[in-house]
């Protein structure tokens, strides 16, 4: 996630709960038989919002925060004080990302009930796990090198590689796959899967019709835009496109007065307007990045297109790609065009 706040104006959104921000540990009712359960994190976004769900004769979680002490105690404390004495008999991870299934194998394991997730998530997720610090494969070096990554910033890209699974309790080996448009009963209620797409392979949201009520993980936050994001695994991928599209799809598909339950943030009111925000953000970025490449730029030069704040030591591999996600997207609609000099750098102008 990196700080991209919409610049207009005015915050179209009505926000909700906002006095009821429950303590580690303890929950708030925000729908009938939906708690909401917050978790901290390190770094500038210092929480993710996790839901627990009334489930017949126990709970169904939704995504888990990360697998830190702190965290796990906090879900102790729930387990013991707050859950009635009725087990948890099913975790739902939302996507891949460690603050959200950083504790699905420990929870899983804890009360040997099943994963749901989507299956592109569940699988990239474990390959993620398995990297270890020694095994930087030569084509993801080669990759940073074409974005223009210095051999500073090589090695420091060496140096974190591999640490993705030491935020992340072991997974199982299977799980229940979750696809789109299927329907889950959950405590007697419909939820309905929307799987969005640009910010995780497949990320789950969940709908429930009868409550009003959107799970919105990290696809729909109300403040800041997820990292949409070009990665060594898959160096031609244009996630953007999916990302605007499926801001479209589920635009159209949903109701106007939903309550969203956002991963990140506050939750609130204004669903339609956030997605046309987020749609907009991205749009808007897209054509200072045209008017930057009126001279060759690569992707570590055209940051001021997208990004307000300063790009530190910690955003720079987010902000990476994301600039090569927004470059991608411009190619593709023939904005911008590319060649590669002889040292394997690409250099982005205007078509
Ligand atoms: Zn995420």
């Known amino acids: 996630m990196v700080d991209n706040m919409s610049k207009r104006g005015f915050d179209p959104l009505t926000y909700r709960f906002e006095d009821q921000i429950p303590e580690p540990g303890r929950m708030t009712e925000v729908a009938k038989d939906v708690f909401w359960v917050r978790m901290p994190m390190g770094g500038r976004l210092n929480h993710i919002n996790v839901w627990a769900l009334r489930d017949y004769e126990g ?19 729930l387990f ?9 008999t099913r975790v739902i ?31 990239m997720c474990k390959v993620m796990a398995a990297d270890g610090p020694s095994d930087v494969p ?8 074409r974005a223009g ?47 969005g797409y640009g910010h995780a392979p497949e990320h789950v949201c969940l709908y429930c019709p009868e409550l009003k009520v959107i799970i919105g993980g990290d696809q729909i936050l109300p403040k800041i835009t997820p990292n949409v994001s070009v990665q060594p ?16 799809r589920f635009r159209e598909m949903l109701p106007p007065d939903l309550l969203v339950l956002p991963a990140h943030e506050s939750l609130y009111q204004g669903v339609h307007e956030r997605l046309t925000e987020l749609i907009d953000w991205h749009e808007v970025a897209l054509e200072k990045l045209y008017d930057l490449c009126a001279e060759p730029k690569r992707a570590v030069d055209v940051f001021p297109a997208l ?37 394997g750098v690409a250099w982005w102008r205007q078509a």
């Open 233 to 248: 695994s898959e160096p031609n991928a244009n996630p953007l496109r999916e990302f605007i599209n499926s801001c479209g």
């Open 149 to 195: 990554f210095t051999e500073e910033r090589l090695d420091r890209y060496r140096q974190r590689f591999g640490q993705f699974g030491a935020n992340i309790s072991p997974l199982p080996a299977g799980f229940v796959r979750i696809t789109d448009g299927q329907y889950l009963d959950i405590g007697g209620r419909e939820w309905r899967a929307i799987i």
């Open 93 to 123: 991870a939302t996507h891949l990302h460690s603050d959200h299934t950083g504790l699905a194998g420990w929870i899983t394991q804890e009360w040997d009930c099943p994963l749901w997730m989507s299956r592109a998530d569940f699988f």
């Open 307 to 343: 990004f307000k704040s300063k790009i530190t030591d910690m955003s720079y591999f987010p902000a990476t790609g994301e600039s090569i996600a927004h470059l991608h997207c411009a190619l593709e609609r023939r904005m911008l065009s590319v060649e590669e000099d002889d040292q």
């Open 80 to 88: 013991n004080e707050h859950f009635e004495g009725k087990p948890v």
């Open 59 to 77: 709970w169904t979680i939704v995504d888990t925060g990360l697998f830190r002490p702190d965290v796990q105690d906090a879900w102790r404390n």
């Open 138 to 145: 030569e084509d993801a070096i080669r990759f940073y090198r």
